[in-house]
């Protein structure tokens, strides 16, 4: 089974669920108050919208990435994918969600970032998973070596952490929380996850 | 004609339809009492986004399977291709009707789910009408015997009965007709109808 | 430049667009009185549905065959295609529209029909620019001798006439005109346009 | 890596996002006044339309020729594309709030017509910085020769200077300011943007 159906598929639902973010941004219009009023009270709308498009982007060029290196494509791998896209399609209805009670800290607030940073663990988890897929079954051309499997789950780990010390953190404060979310976007574009078993191989001898 | 162009469009119809399963979860937002009890008011349609997600995900799957194996596309072919994307396109429609009536047992959540597993039923029918094809006019690099057609179609309507024991149990029980959609979906994790003529001559032969 | 592309995002735009049909579908839900009578009242919804979904997938069908004897894709042709979409694009808002103001026959209800009779006229005479396209600038590795021309035309300018029939008989009857381009998507099932250069020359030396 | 799931991708949100601005298009339905005067009251809807679906589907074109020409993706070129689809998914809404203030030149419609002219500028730089990307690196077969690169920036910062120009007139006219992008639309049907070396290096020299 070929690979190129499995990106066409998880393209086509990245792509409409990025283009729906910006389903959010509606203004009521003419008759509710200036329009600088109402786009000045929709700021966290906005910067949501910034946000889980940087999110969903990064998740995608990794994603592009990581399903590159696989030669061999079978159901175990496929359902991955599918939890992974599941999460993917709620990022619009978490973004919306957590941003309509935002800018205050209530806390409703805080339980809607608490969900919304949730979909984004799970959307990093089931990434994990088509990972996790890589490293066995000889899915890939390139497999990596099994003694370097757990400094690869490290740095996996690592990523979906920081998804992990938002939901602590949203408990606290829904605005900190979105930092740390949008922060975690702005780190991707100038680093980058491990994606192949020859980048982890590299990655994993330049820190020897 | 080549099957190029009927899988990208199949992929878009499907990877649309499912990323448009999330509008159903929209929650009324501040001012509405608490967000808690919002989504717990929901958990419904929650429910259904995930037996709809794993439904859809799967046909997707077992459709990829399928059109692999296809070497000729004609026009009967593309036909049986729009009528399952016809209730393909339905599901976000039947999902979130169904689940607007739920958790009660009205007369119209039972008529509500009647109409879902109907819109299944129907896309179920779909793919075998795909299937079917597969077993004439040389569509098919491997065509499958004609002893074993009616073998191959036990299978399928074997699958689309599930759907139809849905619709006899949602006059009774809507809960319980949806419980019985999810359980097909997570038995199809695990089991997967025969796709190919080679599949099934492989299962025929195993069941001898 | 290649096809590819243009294939891509046409398939990208009617796959978007047909699944667009079924947000028409909405019943108002629990508290709007039965669900069978809801479901009663929007029968217009469904057939317009099923019509535009049918007319929208028979086009996708033959722009499938019409773009696949084109071997160079220039300016001229992309604009074309793009005049084709502008129309694809708006059959769900016709159609929505069409249909909101059926069953009656009131004033408002036929220029509704008028309205969507005029958004296929229009699909139809995108579709018949690409065909032309395929007449002229050497396009198409097989083209049409001159000669032929004009009996192709007729056949295209053939299939628009039912359209521009359907906004007539719409001034005095919107489902009557409704009923004629359904009519038109069941025909073309059956038949089909002559789609490219070896197709018109067959059927033209078949009518001599 | 290959530059396949970029076009894939690109093309998947501009169908997408092309396909959304349909959604502007509603009209309120029976009961509202007469069918004529609601889609009287709407023309401002169909010119943003007709404008934005121009707009979207030249910078598609002119995507597709640029992109064609690349042979290396990286990272940054990624994300300069990224940052482009940013501004197209957000097209659509731009398109809503400028059109819902027509027709009058009130400072709400003004300010709407600022920020839709803004985003248009987004959609412009975006593309420019793909174009700069295409300009180092190695990332495609012909590169430009860097005396010619300010020549063909000039070429660009010339097409982003409309949008520039289109902000500065939105301040005292919207309608004036959405003609103009309307323009730039129509202008560019029967012009094009250098989006190779090979073309701009042609069209240096016919200037010579």
């Known amino acids: 089974m070929d690979r190129g159906r ?19 941004l509606t203004v009521a219009g003419p008759g509710h108050g200036s329009l600088l009023n109402q786009l000045y009270l929709h700021w966290p ?14 998740i995608w060029v990794n994603h592009h990435v990581l399903v590159m290196s696989i030669t061999r ?26 941003t309509d009670y935002l800018p205050g800290n209530s806390r409703d607030a805080r339980l809607a970032m608490v969900l919304y ?7 990093s988890a089931g990434f994990g998973a088509i990972f996790e897929c890589t490293l066995h ?44 979310i949008g922060l975690v976007g702005v780190y991707y574009i100038f680093e980058r996850l491990p994606a ?6 590299e990655a994993d001898s330049d820190t020897k």
């Not at 990523?159 to 992990?164: A, D, E, K, T």
């Not at 192949?196 to 191989?201: C, E, F, K, Q």
């Open 137 to 180: 079954g000889e899915r890939v051309s390139r497999p990596l070596p099994p003694e370097q499997h757990w400094a690869a789950r490290r740095r996996f780990v690592g990523g979906s952490l920081v998804y992990v010390a938002a939901i602590v953190i949203a408990v606290f404060s829904a605005i900190a929380a979105l930092a740390l």
């Open 117 to 123: 940073a949730g979909i984004c663990l799970g959307m």
């Open 196 to 201: 192949s078993a020859g980048d982890v191989a």
């Open 6 to 24: 499995l990106e066409a598929f998880s393209d086509g639902v990245m792509a409409v669920a990025i283009t729906l973010l910006a389903l959010n």
């Open 73 to 98: 494509v079978d159901r175990i791998l496929l359902f991955a994918n599918l939890m992974f896209l599941l999460f993917v399609v709620l990022i619009p209805f978490g973004t919306a969600t957590a």
């Open 45 to 58: 709308a906005f910067l949501g919208y910034l946000i889980s498009f940087l999110t969903v982007g990064i």
